[in-house]
């Protein structure tokens, strides 16, 4: 018989690890069009000789942005033990202007909106005023460093739910990334639960929470309900990136997924990210290839992150 902690420690790491491994396999396809993406068999950290990587002198194995964002927020909420959002600016702002928690310290990708909620913000601007809510800052910032959220949190849907729109609005503060966000949470959680069908269960725990009159069901209906034509092609918007990664994690395993991820070309590494870590926590860490494991650079400090996450243990479920 598994053990449920160590089946669900499994989950966990899957998770962490899978995100910041799909995040490095992106990165060298980053901007391609899926058309210049390598067949399958040869997207790996290396591409083949003939193509024009993004980010030449970036070593192969390296997460970006999205990889160090993500750890940004774990460890605040390991060390708040809530999501407070200056501590988390802070460290967002720790992350561009020396380099914490990226690899080499090198920030060598960054958003626009969120570069320029940082801006303001390292230049002594309220913490309200540092972010911007039109309909075009609508990015998928927020929504690819979310994944710890939902592995940290002992709350309720509800609770975690509203935690993921209040990470959301540090950096972007449209209702549109709030929902993306909850949606993602709703899905982490789903998959950690071992839940047949997440994404399912997602929408419809989203449905139940906000009711047809809500502006969180209304923006969902009108802007993040799939539609016709397929919004999903890997950009780096952020209800795009949300639904390539959900088609990406239908591709079969841990590797078919992220590869399926980095095959829509676009906004390779944060879709690989977003979608790896959901892979990661329904197949588990030892379903990562070791290839990509053993090659992953700055391991050392994840590891120190994930032994704070481990030890809260599982949320005891209702």
Known sequence: MVNHRTFWR??????????????????????????????????????PVHFVRSHHGVKPGTWSDDGAQALCLATSLLEKDCVE???LMDRFGRWFRDGYLAVDRDVFD???????????????KPL???????????????????????????????????????????????????????????????????????????????ETMFPPSTPE??????????????????????VDCLLSAELACQAGDYEACVKAAVAMGNDTDT?????????GIRDGVGAIPQRWMKRLRGKEMVVPILMGLVTRGPRVRP
């Not at 709030?178 to 929408?203: F, S």
Request: hydrophobic share 35%.
């Open 271 to 279: 879709t690989a990210c977003v979608a790896g870590g959901i892979a």
């Open 10 to 47: 499994e989950r966990v790491e899957g998770g962490i690890w899978g995100l910041l491994v799909g995040d490095a396999l992106g990165v060298p396809y980053e901007f391609a069009p899926p058309s210049r993406v390598p067949p399958d068999p040869q997207i790996e950290f290396d591409p």
């Open 85 to 87: 959002p200056r501590d």
């Open 128 to 206: 309200e005023e540092c972010v911007s809510s039109g309909e075009w800052t609508n990015g998928n910032g927020s929504l690819m460093r979310m994944l710890p959220l939902a592995l940290w949190h002992h709350g309720s849907n509800q609770e975690l739910v509203q935690d993921a729109f209040a990470q959301s609005r540090t950096t972007h503060g449209h209702i549109r990334s709030a929902v993306c966000c909850g949606l993602y949470a709703l899905w982490a959680r789903a998959t950690l639960d071992g839940d047949l069908h997440p994404w399912q269960a997602a929408i419809e725990r989203f």
């Open 217 to 238: 069901r209304i923006e969902y209906e009108k802007s993040v309900h799939p539609r016709e034509p397929d919004p999903r092609k890997g950009s780096g918007y952020v």
């Open 110 to 124: 960054v958003g626009l909106q969120t570069r320029q909620a940082i801006g303001r913000f390292l230049s002594g």
